[in-house]
């Protein structure tokens, strides 16, 4: 079965730093694409970066030059590293990835989310 587990989240001071890990796990043979969504109390979810296969990467222009989205092939993991925290920045994190694993074909898959505050 296949699963996004997430870590890293807590609670930070403004101008802070936290870095959010995802491994996923399973009979996975692909992952194309990996994403960071958040979703901030009574608003949507939003995407908030995402990093292809070949390194490929896009931020939604609130957290450029301060967020950072990698991945680890060989792990089949993938992070964020949040820099320069802002208040506006408290949210839900999830991480998500379009992967093909045996015997299931493609599918889009979730973590469990991880809380993170930005408060003094």
């Known amino acids: 079965q296949v699963q996004l587990v997430e870590s890293g989240g807590g609670l930070v001071q403004p101008g802070g730093s936290l870095r959010l890990s995802c491994a996923a796990s399973?009979?996975?043979?692909?992952?194309?694409?990996m994403r960071w969504y958040r979703q901030a109390p009574g608003k949507q979810r939003e995407l908030v970066a995402s990093i292809t296969s070949g390194g490929s990467t896009y931020y939604t222009d609130s957290v450029k030059g301060r967020f950072t989205i990698s991945r680890d092939n060989a792990k089949n993991a993938q992070y964020l590293q949040m820099n320069s925290l802002k208040p506006e920045d408290t949210a839900v994190y999830y991480c998500?990835?379009?992967?093909?694993?045996?015997?299931?074909?493609?599918?889009?898959?979730w973590g469990q989310g991880t809380q993170v505050t930005v408060s003094s």
């Open positions: 399973g009979s996975i043979l692909t992952i194309p694409d």
């Open positions: 998500n990835a379009d992967l093909r694993a045996i015997g299931k074909g493609y599918g889009s898959y």
